[in-house]
């Protein structure tokens, strides 16, 4: 995507941390979620900094599960099909 995000550790993280969830993909979230906790493991920064970066990961993780709570109801309503359940494969 094309929208500038601001990354980990700088200012105004968590100025947008809901407001710009709403129109991020799921694989964009993941990404900035995975760059924020390896912010928080390296240990740099100021506590202000971790506590803010710590706000929009927990907002960026409510954001992927909702994504895939999404995702898995759409892929259940597939299995399903307007005829009742689908036929599985079994192991």
Partial sequence: MG???NQPGSPGT?????????????EDALQELEEIVKSLEGGK????QAIADYER????RR????KLA??????????EGPSGP???DVE
Avoid: P
């Fill in 70 to 79: 999404e995702a898995e109801a759409k892929v259940q309503a597939i299995m």
């Fill in 45 to 48: 920064g100021t506590l202000a």
């Fill in 86 to 88: 689908a036929l599985r």
């Fill in 14 to 26: 968590t100025a947008h941390a809901e407001g710009d969830l709403a129109h991020m993909s799921f």
């Fill in 57 to 60: 990961g927990a907002a960026l």
């Fill in 3 to 5: 929208e500038a995000h």
């Fill in 63 to 66: 954001h992927c599960e909702a």
